[in-house]
T-cell receptor, first 115, second 112 residues
Framework: GAVVSQHPSWVICKSGTSVKIECRSL??????MFWYRQFPKQSLMLMAT?????????EQGVEKDKFLINHASLTLSTLTVTSAHPEDSSFYIC???????????FGPGTRLTVT | AQSVTQPDIHITVSEGASLELRCNYS??????LFWYVQSPGQGLQLLLK??????LVQGIKGFEAEFKRSQSSFNLRKPSVHWSDAAEYFC??????????FGAGTRLFVKA
């Protein structure tokens, strides 16, 4: 089956530093990847849609200069949280769209803690 | 605007008992509907999906869901719950434009 990985699975960083999270589709090519944010005991909120070779499309209220998304290849998308602050602490989940339209395969998530 | 409502924040079921998790959606056309399960600290796993055709959909782990257009519902069911089913369950709808909208989730507790 389609597998999506994320790295790292958890990260702790100091306030003001930047953190990069990788999302990879391991056994399929993903034209479109999605980045979600999930607060404790809450649902997933779509942050942005990432298409290979083009700029990401950000949801309303998501700061594109703070959450930099790069989708350089059909198997890799990265999310960089720049100048992180404690309020950026969250669970970040990526997903990749498979060949079957409207079906997404989710990564295991990355727990970010900013101190 | 499209929306997904899961009316139950949490549900407790005895092991071996049947389960039904409710999901209602608001969408202008026939939606694409999904149920996902999330274990603590994990990503989401697709249980089943409805695109068209038979309104009773079978999924993995013994789950099924029924699409009822007249009620705008897509409830998830399982005839006999196992302790390993304890998790968070999310109903989702594809709103078009390749955007998936998730419900708030229902946490399932299973008691022995």
């Amino acid at each position: 089956g389609a597998v999506v990985s994320q790295h790292p699975s958890w990260v702790i960083c100091k306030s003001g530093t930047s953190v990069k999270i990788e999302c990879r589709s391991l056994d399929f090519q993903a034209t479109t990847m999605f980045w979600y944010r999930q607060f404790p005991k809450q649902s997933l909120m779509l942050m942005a849609t990432s298409n290979e070779g083009s700029k990401a499309t950000y949801e309303q209220g998501v700061e594109k200069d703070k959450f930099l998304i790069n989708h350089a290849s059909l198997t890799l998308s990265t999310l960089t949280v720049t100048s992180a602050h404690p309020e950026d602490s969250s669970f970040y989940i990526c997903s990749a769209e498979g060949a079957d339209l409207y079906e997404q395969y989710f990564g295991p998530g990355t727990r970010l803690t900013v101190t | 605007a499209q929306s997904v409502t899961q009316p139950d924040i949490h549900i407790t079921v005895s092991e071996g008992a049947s389960l039904e998790l409710r999901c209602n959606y608001s969408y202008g056309a026939t939606p694409y509907l999904f149920w996902y399960v999330q274990s603590p600290g994990q990503g989401l796993q697709l249980l089943l999906k409805y695109f068209s055709g038979d309104t009773l959909v079978q999924g993995i782990k013994g789950f099924e869901a029924e699409f009822k257009r007249s009620q705008s519902s897509f409830n998830l069911r399982k005839p006999s719950v196992h302790w390993s089913d304890a998790a968070e369950y999310f109903c989702a709808v594809d709103s078009g434009g390749f955007k998936t909208i998730f419900g708030a989730g229902t946490r399932l507790f299973v008691k022995a």
